[in-house]
């Protein structure tokens, strides 16, 4: 992909809040008999209010989105592949069906049945290996919003009471365009008779006047399921070919011309309303002035309802069409790109602002990303209070509508992105400069915390903000959050600067970052740093997750032994499947008991296949290795124990009855819940969570992972994860922290310099090492 269309594809990811998981997550697998017994119990049915969430794969929404785009101003229709997770629905996949039509008239024949039938049955055939089951269908509403019109109630009624469970998905490819993210809502409708619960206002949205009746008469038949978004590192090649197409159907293009008869449209629906609004307070001043007092005040307050309804839907619509123009203007205007220059001052009347201060302080994303990408912008100017672009751009009004938090959002993810030429004050390449502080004393997440922009504080953080810098007033960003009442935000920020001596804190679950933020771009340094280009990788908290992942799921499947215990065994081998197999091939029990493990039936089988002639040990070792894997014993927590017998307690010495729930172990130690979570947490706490045994005397059995994740809190779990990310780096010789302050990012090395000693110079046994490069993590830490 060229550049700028691998920017707007990491800026896509970023305002989307896709997030990143790992390519061995739950999520990826189908389990069959969970999927069966999940339909034959019908929790729905009990609830119509049971399923809260939808998660849809980056994949999908992508080909959601590109087909309903092609459609223009026809509704196009599509199927949903995925299952459900507790009261969760996941979209894996969706494909389209050959049906376009309108709101009112849907072209849907016989031949698009037979297409879905059997598209269905192909994808679940052994080549394809699809055994998801349809679960919704999505279609588009060019131009007038996410929300379902009465035909689209009684389809998704129908198919909820012969398919369940079954989702409904709308999408607007218009104002997907005008907005710069994709507008999407998923829905589910209430059986017929039921009356919902008295629930909070959904967010606000533009309705055309010729649709309002029909969105109110139907607006109580169904609800709206929360929607979130996931990839992993395995979709980036489908990802990648699926942008080009997006990328050249939507964002590439001006929204002002090829939305222009949405414009238009919706500025002709914005006169009708400032018309029927103007209308009602002509009503209610001749109600109020003697016909009917009584009611005047309802129709007071319903004619102020429709005018600031009206006076919302302006400031959107203006809002957009001037970011629009002023990008057609630079678009169209060649002279005007050849001599304008973004970093130079306005002069002193203007407070020494430039276009990128303006281009920040307005959130012009569409300007601010041409003047980062096609006319070097830098967003280190600062201005006469010596504010940069940054600090403009988490600057908002406490009342601004939800809309400019958004295009806040987005300008910082485009500057955060941004890297300008090397500069040899800071010895690397110039990046965006989070501890500048104005002449308050405040950085930038300072204003962010202050204006309460939550997830610009979350994405200014992840890349390494101070967090106890303090202004002139002596506040830290924490401090500030607290002062304006933005409890959340400075309940995150404390929870940060707590545990910010650990490395791994940073944006284990933020959004993702660039690629070129990871070092996945060359870093040359200068002659004084080296004399040869070097390519290193950066790597957040969720590449590292991932690999870690990828390691530990592949050594268990090479050997058949559980996740668990490989995981211990690496660790204990300095993370090398090579020192690992060499051990395991001489003695696979004795490799477990020094660890403290239970030995696992396919290292006894093993080693009683190994022949007493050491010539065929390598032909038994290499049939073991292409053995089917056996299926592992787990711990478990169960409430009903065949053959119970009464126990007490190890710890508190309290019987074990039969009515609670009991844990087991390899060793058969038997302890209750509550001392176990007790015991676990300390252990947790003291940062000794890779070496926690069994709490009996004498006992040397590891406890398995999955039973301290279930038996302790869940603040007490995300501290294990971070304690476990951080002891893999520690042990890993190849992969090493970055040393800046609250940087958070890890630097993997060569392959051709992993495991070569540091060389000693002979001349001068007192001299440091020799290094041969200068490393980049990928936050602009050399």
Not at 27 to 39: C, H, S, T
Not at 143 to 160: A, E, H, R
Not at 410 to 433: H, M, P, R, T, Y
């Amino acid at each position: 992909m060229s550049s700028q269309s691998n920017i707007a594809l990491s800026n896509w990811l970023m305002a989307n809040n896709v997030e990143n998981i790992s390519s061995v997550d739950e999520i990826y697998r189908y389990d069959r008999k969970q999927q069966q017994d999940m339909l034959a119990a019908k929790p729905w049915d009990k609830d119509p209010h049971f399923f809260k969430e939808i998660r849809i794969s980056a994949l999908a929404l992508l080909k959601m989105v590109t087909h309903a785009r092609s459609g223009g101003h026809l509704e196009v229709m599509g199927l949903l592949l995925g299952k459900v997770d507790a009261n969760t629905m996941v979209v894996m996949d969706a494909f389209a069906l050959p049906v376009e039509g309108t709101e009112t008239r849907v072209n849907a024949q016989s031949q698009a049945y037979e297409y879905m039938t059997a598209y269905i049955e192909s994808a679940k055939q052994a080549r394809v290996n699809r055994l998801e089951n349809a679960i919704g269908w999505y279609h588009s509403h060019p131009g007038y919003g996410c929300w379902l019109s009465g035909i689209d109630v009684s389809t998704q009624m129908l198919n909820q009471n012969f398919q369940e469970p079954f989702v409904a998905i709308v999408v607007d490819p218009v104002r997907t365009i005008s907005a710069g993210k994709v507008c999407l809502g998923a829905f589910r409708t209430y059986p017929k008779g039921y009356k919902p619960p008295n629930e909070e206002p959904s967010e606000y949205q533009t309705i055309p006047l010729n649709k309002v009746e029909d969105f109110g008469v139907h607006c109580k038949q169904y609800y709206a399921l929360e929607v979130s978004y996931f990839k992993s590192s395995l979709d980036r090649r489908l990802l990648d070919s699926l942008w080009n197409k997006y990328w050249v159907s939507t964002l590439s293009s001006s929204s002002l011309t090829t939305n222009a008869d949405y414009t238009t449209g919706q500025v002709s629906d914005l006169s009708e309303k400032l018309e029927q609004a103007e209308n009602s307070l002509g009503r209610a001043a001749l109600v109020s002035s003697g016909v009917g007092v009584s009611g005047s005040s309802i129709e007071d307050r319903r004619s102020e309802d429709r005018l600031a309804k009206a006076a919302r839907d302006a400031t959107k619509t203006s809002i957009e069409a001037l970011h629009g123009l002023l990008a057609q203007v630079y678009h169209n205007s060649p002279e005007l790109r050849k001599s304008f220059d973004p970093n130079l001052s306005y002069g002193e009347h203007h407070q020494h602002n430039t276009a990128m201060h303006y281009a920040s302080k307005h959130g012009m994303k569409h300007l601010l990303r041409i003047f980062l990408t096609d006319l070097h912008g830098n967003p280190n100017k600062q201005n006469a209070r010596n504010e940069t672009a940054l600090h403009l751009a988490c600057k908002l009004s406490l009342n601004a509508p939800p809309s400019a938090q958004e295009r806040r959002l987005a300008c910082v993810q485009l500057i955060l992105q941004w890297k300008g030429g090397f500069n040899s004050v800071l010895g690397g390449i110039e990046q965006a400069d989070l501890k500048a502080q104005e002449t308050n004393g405040n950085t930038v997440l300072h204003l962010a915390a202050g204006s309460g922009l939550d997830r610009v504080v979350e994405l200014l953080v992840s890349h390494g903000a101070p967090l106890f810098l303090e202004n002139y007033e002596r506040s830290t960003p924490c401090d500030v959050a607290m002062k304006a009442n933005f409890h959340d935000i400075a309940l995150f920020l404390e929870s940060r600067m707590v545990f910010a001596d650990a490395p791994t804190e940073m944006g284990t679950d933020l959004i993702e970052e660039p690629n070129y933020a990871r070092g996945a771009a060359s870093v040359v340094a200068g002659p004084s740093l080296l004399d040869a280009e070097e390519v290193y990788t950066g790597l957040r908290a969720q590449d590292l997750q991932e690999a870690k992942d990828q390691l530990v799921v592949e050594t268990a499947d090479m050997l058949h032994i559980p996740l668990f215990t490989a995981e211990a065994l690496l660790r204990d081998n300095e993370w090398s499947r090579e020192l690992l197999l060499e051990k395991w091939m001489t003695d696979p029990v004795l490799c477990c008991e020094s660890m403290g493990l239970q030995t696992p039936l396919s290292a006894l089988r093993f080693r009683n296949s190994l022949p007493c002639d050491s010539t065929n040990i390598l032909e038994a070792s290499l049939e073991y290795l292409e053995a089917p894997p056996t299926s592992p014993c787990r711990s478990r927590i169960s409430d009903q124990v065949e053959d119970f017998r009464d126990e007490c307690c190890g710890i508190c010495l309290e019987m074990l009855e039969h009515t609670s729930s009991r844990v087991y172990i390899p060793c058969d130690h038997s302890f209750c819940q509550r001392c176990w979570s007790s015991y676990l947490t300390l252990k947790i706490i003291e940062g000794d969570a890779h070496h926690v045994t069994c709490p009996a005397l004498g006992c040397s059995i590891l406890v398995p992972v999955e039973l301290i994740e279930s038996l302790v809190s869940k603040e007490t779990a995300r501290k294990y994860l971070h304690f476990d990310l951080n002891s893999f780096v520690a042990t890993n010789p190849a992969i090493k922290w970055c040393p800046g302050t609250g940087c958070g990012f890890a630097v993997r090395l060569p392959e051709s310099e992993q495991g070569q000693p540091n060389t000693i110079n002979i001349f001068s046994p007192r001299a440091p090492p020799r290094t041969s490069h200068s490393v980049d993590c990928g936050n602009g830490h050399f």
